[in-house]
Each structure stands twice: as structure tokens, then as C-alpha cells.
């Protein structure tokens, strides 16, 4: 059995609180260890059911789901997985069946049905509501062998989860050691605690030029603040049925390996828009990329608008025959367009997780005082982007050249 995790993370392996909670900074390896902490526990102790949750089941399989399953391969443990259970299942040294159950909330009386769970994983924890944990909480008292345990990973975003913080901090300053409730214990991480030199040197990179002293305390810092200044008020929505759009293109943002490649298909009425979200991965080469966009059926005459700065991967996407192109970028063009989109009506359609999460994010930076600056964060951004791409070079642009051609000007 190999595992490896940092000094700090080292004795949190044989922390039997009742409440674990992994709270910090962005790329702190907080979920890698969390992970490795439920592979440590099924090879050791064995005969576990570990429900492995985030709020919505989708966002399971690029997420739990992968962190568990590279961390079996890494140990060469023959496995299954059930995808349609969304259930991995495996065998320790002694011969003892563990499963690792992945879910979400979209269904709770799922989640009532399953039984002889012996502990939680909660992923992205301030995605729960107080109701959610407590109701989850209340299910985890069947009697089993060994301990059972709750084990939260999450940033401290007060604005996304503020249950969180009054029930389990003392202050905005979290601290490793005993939580406020009986039970609790509380390990506190930042890049630094990353154990693969690698990531800590990219995510300091970008860590540090944020330029925002909110999302600073929260993704640099690991401490809860208060986010303000959110840009976009999108809804979430079903997809209408039938013909309900008069066009369709997509926006494309790359990505490698910390940042994600995000497509998006955007669906235009007149002056409305549907975004639904197709890829959100990280390690896919163009060559994949392009591979899963012809997946998602994506035909050689629908129009793509990618980002202008990567005008090598744009041609070797389009050497696969899709119909790609770069946006339009300039001085101010991301003010303009985040003006712009901001004048339309704009929808999320369910089950686009990453585009719902970034929303809820995306915000401005503020200076000193705490104004807000016509700036975004440079953070929580890959769909962000991509739907910017999409529907201002897509919908702006050609009327800008109309007026610049008729000598008029486009309001």
C-alpha cells in the first residue's frame, strides 16, 4: 500500500474524530488526502460502505470518482465499478470487501435507502446546506466495527457555505485542532501543504496574481471571507423542449493542467440564451479535446469561438475538421463583454454544474476599501470565459462591423 500525503496531512490518518473537517486553500491537497484517508481505512480496517458525496450526483465522475480510482490503480488494487450504481467495489490484503459509494443530493430518498453506511465523504462541502449535513448526520448511526466519521473538504467561502463556519469555527482564522462542536476536529492547509512540487508551483503562480484580497484570504490563505461583487445573476432552468432556439455555436476555453478545457453549446433566441455545459477536464490533450467534441456531436459546420491566445491549439482543432475560431480580444474587450452579456438574458440549463458553480463565483475585484473594480477575478473562470467567447464574438462583434461600416453607432 503506497500513500503519500505531506507531514501536515500525516496524522489526520489515524484522526478518529467524529467530524473531520479539511479546510484551506486552493490546491492544498485537501481531497487527494481525503482520499487516500478512505483507501487507508478500507485496506486496513476493511468490511467498509463509504458514501462519497457531492451536492449534485453529476459531479461525482470528474471528480471522487477519479481521485479514488487513480488511487487504486497507483496501488494496483483490482477493482470494479458499477457505473450505473456509481459503486467501486474492491478487496484489502485480508480479504475484506469494501465499497465505495458515489452520490449526490438530487434524489434524497435515495440516499434514505442505503444502508450500513460506516462514514461520509462530503466533497465541496460548503455545496450542502445545514439541512442537508444534518439529515446525513442523522443517517450515520447504524453500529459498525471501527469508527464512523464525517470527512469535509471545502474552501472557506463564507458567502457559499455560512452554516459552516458558525457551527464549527471560532473566527475567521481557522486554526488545526478541536473544532466548537463536541466531536470536531479541524485541520487547516494552504498550498504549501501540497505535497507534489509540481502543482504547489503552479497554483502559487496563479494563487498570487489574483489581485483580489477577498478570494486572496480564501484560495491563497485558506481563511473565511466574504465574497461581494458578484458579476452575473444567471437562473438555472430545464431545457426547453423542441425547436426552442433559432441558433446554436459554442464557446471553448483550453485548459491542461491545473485549469480545465471548458466547452459550452449556446442556444440563441433573438436576445435570449441557454448555456449548457458539454467538457469540463483537465489533462486532455487537443487531440482528446477534439475526440470528445466530436462525442458530444458537434458537426463541422457549427460555429466554435475559442480562446484567441492559443492560436496552435485552434489549428489543430480545426485540422479535425471543426469549424473553430478565435475570439475577439482588444484593449477593454473584457469589460465590453462581460457589459454585454450582462444586457442579455442569460440561462443555465440543470446539470451544467461547472457553469452554475463559476457563476456563483465570479466576481469583481475590490480595491483597498473594498470597491469593487471593473475588473474579474482571474479565478473560477474556464465557462466564464467560454460563454464570454461565445456570445460576444458571436452576437457583438458582427454589429460593431455593420456600424463601423454604415457610420453609425451599436447601443
Request: proline fraction near 3%.
Given at each position: 500500500m503506497k500513500i503519500t500525503v505531506?507531514?501536515?496531512?500525516?496524522?489526520?490518518?489515524?484522526?478518529?474524530?467524529?467530524?473531520?473537517?479539511?479546510?484551506?486553500?486552493?490546491?492544498?491537497?485537501?481531497?487527494?488526502?481525503?482520499?487516500?484517508?478512505?483507501?487507508?481505512r478500507c485496506m486496513k480496517e476493511g468490511n467498509h460502505r463509504i458514501l462519497i458525496m457531492r451536492k449534485v450526483r453529476s459531479r461525482c465522475r470528474e471528480s471522487v470518482i477519479a481521485v479514488m480510482t487513480d488511487i487504486l490503480d497507483q496501488n494496483e488494487i483490482k477493482h470494479t465499478y458499477n457505473k450505473v450504481d456509481r459503486v467501486i467495489t474492491f478487496y484489502n490484503p485480508q480479504g475484506q470487501k469494501n465499497e465505495l459509494l458515489f452520490d449526490g443530493l438530487d434524489d434524497p430518498d435515495k440516499i434514505k435507502s442505503i444502508k450500513?453506511?460506516?462514514?461520509?465523504?462530503?466533497?465541496?462541502?460548503?455545496?450542502?446546506?445545514?439541512?442537508?449535513?444534518?439529515?446525513?448526520?442523522?443517517?450515520?448511526?447504524?453500529?459498525?466495527?471501527?469508527?464512523?466519521?464525517?470527512?469535509m473538504t471545502f474552501n472557506p467561502d463564507e458567502a457559499a457555505g455560512p452554516w459552516i463556519k458558525s457551527m464549527f469555527f471560532y473566527d475567521d482564522n481557522p486554526k488545526s485542532g478541536p473544532g466548537r462542536l463536541e466531536g470536531s476536529y479541524i485541520h487547516h492547509s494552504t498550498i504549501e501543504d501540497n505535497p507534489i512540487e509540481e502543482v504547489r508551483r503552479e497554483y502559487i503562480k496563479k494563487l498570487e496574481r489574483l489581485g483580489d484580497k477577498v478570494y486572496y484570504s480564501i484560495y491563497r490563505l485558506g481563511q473565511w471571507a466574504l465574497a461581494k461583487g458578484i458579476i452575473y445573476s444567471w437562473d438555472v432552468v430545464d431545457k426547453p423542449e423542441g425547436q426552442f432556439y433559432d441558433e446554436l455555436f459554442y464557446g471553448l476555453d483550453f485548459g491542461y493542467s491545473v485549469d480545465p478545457a471548458a466547452l459550452d453549446r449556446i442556444y440563441r433566441k433573438a436576445d435570449e440564451f441557454w448555456l449548457e455545459e458539454l467538457i469540463h477536464e483537465t489533462k486532455l490533450t487537443n487531440q482528446r479535446l477534439g475526440l470528445r467534441m466530436k462525442g458530444e456531436g458537434i458537426t463541422e459546420y457549427e460555429e466554435i469561438y475559442a480562446d484567441s491566445a492559443e492560436p496552435k491549439s485552434i489549428d489543430e482543432i480545426a485540422e479535425m475538421g471543426f469549424n473553430i475560431k478565435p475570439c475577439q480580444k482588444g484593449p477593454d474587450s473584457v469589460r465590453a463583454g462581460i457589459d454585454f452579456l450582462k444586457s442579455k438574458t442569460i440561462h443555465i440549463i440543470k446539470g451544467s454544474v461547472h457553469i452554475e458553480s463559476e457563476r456563483k463565483k465570479y466576481k469583481y475585484k475590490e480595491d483597498k476599501e473594498g470597491n469593487p473594480l471593473p475588473v474579474p477575478v482571474k479565478l473560477h473562470d474556464h465557462h466564464m470565459d467560454a460563454d464570454r467567447y461565445g456570445i460576444y464574438t458571436h452576437c457583438r462583434m458582427p454589429e460593431l462591423a455593420y456600424a463601423a461600416q454604415v457610420g453609425g453607432a451599436v447601443y
Open positions: 505531506s507531514d501536515s496531512f500525516y496524522p489526520l490518518l489515524e484522526n478518529k474524530s467524529q467530524y473531520l473537517l479539511l479546510c484551506g486553500g486552493a490546491g492544498s491537497g485537501k481531497s487527494e488526502f481525503a482520499g487516500r484517508k478512505v483507501f487507508y450500513g453506511i460506516t462514514s461520509y465523504w462530503l466533497e465541496e462541502t460548503t455545496e450542502f446546506t445545514l439541512d442537508d449535513f444534518t439529515q446525513l448526520d442523522l443517517r450515520l448511526r447504524e453500529p459498525t466495527k471501527y469508527y464512523k466519521q464525517i470527512l
